[in-house]
């Protein structure tokens, strides 16, 4: 049994999408990250660093993003997104989700809290160079979606794609966005319209970039 502590369009996201997709039994409990719910002393002894999400398995506490849709994705092998242990696929698939979370999505943590690295004087030049960076991430990916597409692994979808699309969304609100990538846009169009998207919105209240 699964228990996703999360707060809405937040890292939790992916995880809460692959638990809808994949038909796995959960419980939420949702946090209210301007009310620092997420640095109670409770909170803090299942996730120590203090960051949504934290996912109970079977009662214990386990941490980060991309670990947990690896692990989903693990949970249900019939449903194909992680490549079995003997496809071929399997270690692009591992590539990709590594790359998702070292290279694309520190940067955009950069972007949220700018102050972090930079310090408050440097806030704006800490922002403006992780949107570089981003968009650095996002040109390459955008490549090899043109040239391997339309999703990560070639034909077939996969738990990669879920965190790609999480991580895309992010950029919404950047002058240019990742839908601004044709490839990019053509990956977010198919991942939008599996029916585990809608209820994920209906379900966390999201309305943008629906
Ligand atoms: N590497 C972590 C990062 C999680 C993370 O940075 N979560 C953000 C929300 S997207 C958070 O909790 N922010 C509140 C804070 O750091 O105080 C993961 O993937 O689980």
């Known amino acids: 049994m ?4 999360y707060a809405p369009g937040a890292a939790s996201l992916v995880v809460h999408w692959l638990l809808i997709d994949l038909g796995l039994p959960h419980d939420l409990v949702k946090l209210d990250i301007a009310a620092r719910e997420h640095k109670t002393p409770e909170y803090l002894a299942l996730n120590p660093s203090g960051v949504v999400p934290t996912l109970l ?3 214990k506490p386990m941490c980060e993003a991309a670990a947990m849709a690896v692990l989903l994705a693990e949970a249900k092998p019939e449903a194909g997104l992680i490549p079995s242990a003997v496809s071929p696929k399997r270690g692009e698939f591992f590539q990709w989700m590594f790359h998702l979370a ?3 999505q520190p940067p955009f943590r950069l972007w949220w809290y700018p102050n972090e690295a930079a ?3 440097h806030a704006d030049a800490g922002k403006a160079t992780a949107e570089a960076r981003i968009h650095a991430v996002f040109a390459n990916l955008d490549a090899h ?8 692994l070639g034909n077939s979808v996969s738990a990669a794609d879920f965190m790609l699309v999480m991580l895309m969304r992010w950029s919404r609100n950047m002058p240019k966005t990742a839908l601004d990538y044709p490839n990019l846009a053509r990956l977010a169009n198919l991942m939008k319209a599996r029916p585990s998207w809608q209820a994920l919105y209906v379900s966390e209240g999201l309305t943008e970039w629906a």
């Open 2 to 5: 699964y228990t996703l502590y």
């Open 57 to 59: 398995v079977d009662g």
């Open 102 to 104: 070292n290279t694309l």
């Open 119 to 121: 310090g408050e004087a």
């Open 145 to 152: 979606l043109g040239k391997n597409g339309p999703y990560l």
